[in-house]
């Protein structure tokens, strides 16, 4: 089986190459491609491998824009270091995602559960992956359009297009429309968060779910902090902490 790893860390897929060659000697990495770029290219000049094993964040944006921007026909294993993109990621191709640093038995039952899916999907040994596309297609989940608002005893449905962001304040939950009206919802945001789709909406804090339409730049803030520009007037500032930085700014790029 060929196997193509994008990884931007040398290190990280030298150890991921050498784990797969140690589980099953008739395994074969048929390359290592570190950066959307070159990956984008490498697969319009190449055939495509029969599995992946994909970083999500790299050097030149998030790996999901490969799979946006290419026809694959291959499932994916994600390897990274944050566990915020497990929705985005089996939205995609993804069939499993590792945590880093990568266990060895984890990679060994992923790779399992990929075998089981090909000839569970392709009993007569085929390398025709069409019935497992659809498959994976189902299990993209399907967030909200709209959500339900209430103001003077009516309930109201908001297009989730219109909002600019929803805010958590003393356990009152307000949703603002980028035409700068204010609803009350009966939802937390914790509940909201994985209903919205990932790339329009960004948890920026406890405070805030951010529409990525109304947001205008970071700027740096204290210690290490960043603050979120918008659009439309918010309650408070929107603090991104340092922690969380580096996944505002991949969400930007997208």
Not at 108 to 114: N, P
Not at 127 to 142: G, I, M, S
Not at 158 to 169: G, L, N, P, Q, R
Not at 184 to 202: A, G, T, W
């Amino acid at each position: 089986m060929d196997i193509l790893i994008i990884e931007d860390e040398a290190k990280t897929a030298r150890e991921l190459k050498n784990m797969i060659q140690r589980l099953d000697d008739r395994l074969t990495v048929t390359g290592i491609i570190p950066s959307v770029k070159a990956a984008a290219d490498w697969f319009k000049n190449n055939p495509s491998p029969q599995l992946i094993l994909s970083d999500i964040q790299l050097a030149d944006g998030l790996s999901f824009e490969i799979f946006r921007s290419v026809n694959i026909s291959c499932p994916v294993i994600f390897c990274t270091a944050f566990d915020s993109y497990a929705i985005e990621a089996f939205s995609t191709y993804g069939i499993d995602y590792l945590l880093k640093p990568v266990d060895e038995n984890k990679l060994a039952a992923s790779l399992r559960k990929y075998e089981q899916m090909k000839q569970w999907m392709a009993p007569k040994n085929t390398t025709d992956y069409t019935q497992l596309e659809a498959v994976l297609a189902k299990l993209q989940p399907a967030y909200k359009s709209g959500i339900l608002v209430f103001s003077n005893e009516k309930i109201i449905p908001v297009k989730t297009a219109d909002i600019a962001f929803i805010h958590s304040a003393g356990g009152v939950v307000k949703v603002c429309t980028k035409n700068k009206q204010y609803y009350l919802i009966n939802e937390v945001l914790d509940d909201l968060e994985p209903q919205l789709d990932p790339s329009r909406f960004f948890r920026a804090n406890r405070q805030y779910l951010v529409n990525r339409d109304v947001v205008i730049m970071a700027e740096y803030f204290f210690n290490r902090r960043l603050v979120l520009k918008l659009n439309i007037e918010t309650p408070e500032p929107v603090i991104i902490s340092k922690m969380k930085a580096p996944e505002l700014m991949a969400w930007m790029q997208r």
